[in-house]
Every structure is written in structure tokens, then in C-alpha cells.
């Protein structure tokens, strides 16, 4: 093992985290700071630094033993020009210089990335996908996001729109109004917010078909609990996003034929029975040769994938600059 | 320009076109021989020669002068291993070690590609694509074929099943049949049987509504020639194709986000018409920083496409062995 080490830096709306990650994706550190964009993006510069900095000191160590930085930020952005353009929860920031900024502060190579793709290559390299080829992450969260890789290279598309893995349009007939303005697309069907959703209205036909009332409130985790528990409307919704993941797996098993589909966010925590549902659905949906070879599992860095997949950018830059990688 | 020369050779299950193309793409012959798969695969390789000698032939060239070959076959096959698995088109031929036969009988650097994925590289190299970074082709028949080019590299797929863009589902509540035995693919809105078979629909609904008849053989060019001069039932099919269109080509906007998205096949024929209306619909459906900068064309190469395609995955084979890709 070598001893090299990084930094990863994993901004959000509300929290910014960073920390340091060794050469093998163990995380060494990991600190916690408020972004409140509301300050402005000259606080937020400040605040990133700061961030960086107790990550290395809650390592013990001092910045002159961090090889490289990794920044994950949400977008929109231009990847390549290192700049956070004018994304929606990070208001009223707009054209930040992220990478430039940090890199020469701290005067080390910086790698700066979509928060979502940062996370997938996290799994690709260090979490679920560790040793693959190819992976497409989805995360299910209030929406869905994702990332690709390909042959090691995070899949950034030319105007750093690659991956929007929730906005694939799966149903024209009758399609879901989406959180993005759109319809049919397939964060209406398969996110976290969408089993709430879909159960909500299950319920309002029939308030008393479940153990789960109608116009309360609960979670997604709640539904996946009560479906355990036997009650057949909660398993009715589970067993629908199962079939709905399947269907964005398989759609993009025929685009891309990667080696590994991976699936994140709080439904990993409905375990492998629902894993299997969405393995089952695939098998019926795909091309037998992918069926068959494609691997299809959980995430496994939580969420702390964005703050490892950052620094994991920062690994890749630094291995590159080396004529490593 | 330089006078490198390459052969290209495109197996179909009717005929396999053979031919000679420059380092800049211009094709100095071609010929076809009928590719007769019932006769045997031993048969089907050796013709393969045999055509391959014949378009360098009708080049008025000798084989010396060749400095890599392209193969490309329909599928199922293993793309890195050179060989044609089990196609439906080309039965009973059955793991012919393509690549490697024609490699040794010439002595030749040979590449072997799927046939769309080498028509992707041909319109990506010389035809619609030149220039660009990354592209998505849909060939539009009786199917729906595809290819993505990203970064000058083909993608094939860990099982060689990439870029199978006919069967992306985009309608779960009422999903037409598709060709493939599954339900709701692209392919069962988008192709030009689909459109046949729509346009009959509508027909048996209301006979005397189209100035094509119900019942009897037309094709999709007659709808859309139709539609141009007025018929409205007709207008409505090429109005409703133009939307699936765009409804494929978003997905793989907001999947890849790629440089250009480019239609192949006859509908081509139809015209900056059609193509306006496809343009329309990405603008209303995709995200608006792909859909303001993500060109979409027609291809250039009409039927070359495969022949040029495969000459140059040889020119691109050619270059990596001499270091220069």
C-alpha cells in the first residue's frame, strides 16, 4: 500500500464535508461545516477551505502530506472549467471558480466534479464497483442522479450534462408529472419521493387497505417496513418500483452494456429481498447476454460516497499527472 | 493528405459489400458479392476474401497497397475476440472466427466491429459527425440500430452489446409490441415499420380518412410523401414519429449528453421537414443546456455507411498500431 494521501471535499445545500482518504479509499478524517449559501459565494470559497483544512488537522496531519484535492459540487456546472455555473440549491452562487480557487490556495493539483458522477466513481473505485470495468450508479433519493464510468473515466458529457440518469422519459401514454418540470420521467416513477407518492394515492382510494393512513406522514422506509411487515398495499408499491428500476437498469443495459449497475440512496436499506425483485425484473426485461453477465448489487460507501469519490477524483488527477494513470 | 488505403468490408445477410477507402474517407470502390449464409460459414469466409480481393481489384489496385482491413457483421457476436456468435441473419453460421481468418489470409491489421457500431464510426469519422467528439447514430429501418462514439472510441460494451438503442422502453401503461418480443421499445414507435404499421392502424379506423388505403402494401416513404402533399391521417403519423424520435434522442441527451445525435435510414429522405420537427420536440423535451447546444443531423453516408465504417475502424486500428491514435 502506498501511503499517498487526499482530500475530498463533498459540498452540498446545507452541509459541506471534507475529509482525508488514503491511496486504498479508507477515509481518515471527516468534518462537517454549514454551507449557507445565503452568505454569498466568497463566504462559500472561504468556507470550502476551511473545511479542507479542519479535515486535515482532524487527521492529524498537515496540508504538506495531501497529495491531491477532489471538490464534488452539485450543478449546474462546467466540469472541465472547473466552475459552478448556477445551481439551484446553492443560490445565489453563480459562476464560482471552485477548482481554480482551491487549487490555488492550497497550491496541489485539484480535481473538481458533478457530486453525483464524484459519488459513482467513489463506488468504482473503492465501494460496490471495486475492480469493474464499467458501472452506472443510480442514487434514489427525493430524485434520482447517477453517474457513469467507463474504463475509468467518469462519463462527464460535452456540456456536463451526462448521467441524468432520473430524466429518462419510460412512459408516454400517461406520465407522471416529474419534479423536474417534465413528465414520464423516470424519477417519477422510481425515486424515494415517488413510493411516498404512489402510496398516498393507493391510499386515497382506499384509506383503510393498509396499515399506513392516508394523509399522514411517512417515508419511503416506512412503506418498505410495512411491505415486510405483510401489508399488501405497501408490497404492492415496493414490488411497482422494483419493476420501475428494472426498467432504467435495462434501458441503460441496452445504451451501455456496463459491466455493473449499482443503486444507492436510503432504499438499499430494504435489503436484499428488494434487490432480488429488481434483479427478477430485469431478467424478464433485458437481452438474455446482458441479463445474464450484467451485475446488478447495492452501493456500499453510504453516504459517504461523495466525500471518498472526491477525493478519488483527486487520486485520478494526481495518478495521471504522474504518468500513472 | 496522406495516400494510406484501406478496405472496408460490410457482411449483410443479402450481400457483403467489399471496397477500398482513403485516409480521408472517399471510397475508391466497392463491390458486392450475395452472402449466402445457408452454404456454411467455411463458404461465408471464404467469400469474404473474395470480395475483399475484388474491391481492391476494382480499385485497380494490388492488396500491397492496403495497410489495414474492417470487418463488420450483424450480430450476436464477441467483439474482442473476432467473432460472429450466433446471428439471426446469418444462420446457420455459428462462432466463425472472423477476424482472425482474414488477418491471417492477408496478413493484413484487421478490425471487426458490429455492423451499426461501424456505420456510427463512418458517419462519426467522415459523414455527419466529422469533426465532433461524441455521437449518437439511430438507424432507422425495419428495426431500430445504433452506435455511440465517444471520444473516438466505439462503444462496444463488456458484452459487446452496446448502443442496442431500438430497445430502450419508453411507454409502460400501453406498450406497442416490438420485434425483439418485448413491449414499449423505441423501436415499436420510432422505425419505419412502425410507422407502416401505425399508419394501418389509424386506417382500419377510419378507411376513407387518408388518401392511402387501408389493406393495401405501402411503405413509410409513401406516408411521409403522403403527408407532404397534405393527407392529414399521414401528417399525424410523421407528426407522432418525429415526437417518439426526439423522445430517443433526449434519453440519450440526458444519458451521455453527446455532441451530436444523428438519424440514419430512409426516413432520412424525408427531409429538413421532418428533421425540423424532431429538433422541435428535443427543444420542448430536453434539458435546456443540451437542448440549446446538442446538434442533430442527418447521416451523409446513406448506404456507405457500413462499407466506410468498417474501412475505418481499420484506419483507426492502423493508427494505434503505428502509434498515432
Not at 20 to 36: F, H, I, N, Q
Not at 146 to 153: A, F, Q, T, V
Not at 181 to 187: D, T
Request: charged share 20%.
Amino acid at each position: 500500500m502506498s501511503d499517498l494521501l487526499f482530500v475530498g471535499l463533498d459540498v452540498g445545500g446545507t452541509t459541506m464535508k471534507g475529509g482525508v482518504v488514503d491511496d486504498s479509499g479508507r477515509m481518515l478524517s471527516a468534518v462537517s461545516l454549514p454551507t449557507e449559501p445565503e452568505r454569498g459565494q466568497v463566504s462559500g470559497l472561504e468556507r470550502m477551505c476551511e473545511t479542507i483544512r479542519q479535515g486535515v488537522h482532524a487527521a492529524g496531519l498537515q496540508m504538506g502530506r495531501i497529495a491531491a484535492v477532489g471538490v464534488a459540487t452539485p450543478g449546474l456546472m462546467d466540469i472541465p472549467a472547473g466552475i459552478i455555473l448556477d445551481p439551484p440549491n446553492l443560490r445565489p452562487w453563480r459562476d464560482v471558480p471552485v477548482r481554480d480557487h482551491i487549487q490555488s490556495v492550497f497550491g496541489l493539483p485539484t480535481a473538481f466534479q458533478n457530486d453525483a458522477n464524484a459519488a459513482a466513481y467513489g463506488e468504482y473505485c473503492f465501494g460496490a464497483g471495486k475492480g469493474c470495468r464499467s458501472m452506472v450508479l443510480f442514487t434514489l433519493g427525493t430524485g434520482i442522479g447517477g453517474g457513469i464510468i467507463l474504463n475509468d473515466r467518469v462519463l462527464e458529457g460535452e456540456h456536463s450534462h451526462g448521467a441524468e440518469l432520473g430524466h429518462i422519459r419510460i412512459e408516454l401514454t400517461h406520465p407522471r408529472p416529474c419534479g423536474c418540470g417534465r413528465v414520464g420521467c423516470l424519477e417519477a416513477y422510481g425515486s424515494a419521493s415517488s413510493v411516498v407518492k404512489r402510496m398516498q394515492e393507493l391510499l386515497s382510494h382506499d384509506p383503510a387497505a393498509s396499515s399506513l393512513r392516508s394523509g399522514e406522514e411517512f417515508t419511503s422506509r416506512d412503506i418498505f417496513t410495512a411491505a415486510a411487515e405483510g401489508d399488501h398495499l405497501a408490497g404492492r408499491i415496493v414490488e411497482e418500483t422494483a419493476f420501475y428500476l428494472a426498467v432504467g437498469a435495462t434501458n441503460l443495459m441496452h445504451i451501455l452494456d456496463p459491466e455493473m449497475i449499482v443503486f444507492a440512496g436510503g432504499m438499499v436499506h430494504a435489503g436484499d429481498t428488494f434487490l432480488e425483485r429488481i434483479r427478477h425484473h430485469v431478467r424478464a426485461l433485458a437481452f438474455s447476454v446482458p441479463a445474464a453477465r450484467t451485475q446488478i448489487r447495492f452501493a456500499q460507501l453510504g453516504s459517504d460516497a461523495g466525500l471518498i469519490g472526491a477525493a478519488a477524483c483527486g487520486r485520478q488527477l494526481f495518478h495521471r499527472l504522474n504518468g500513472a494513470g
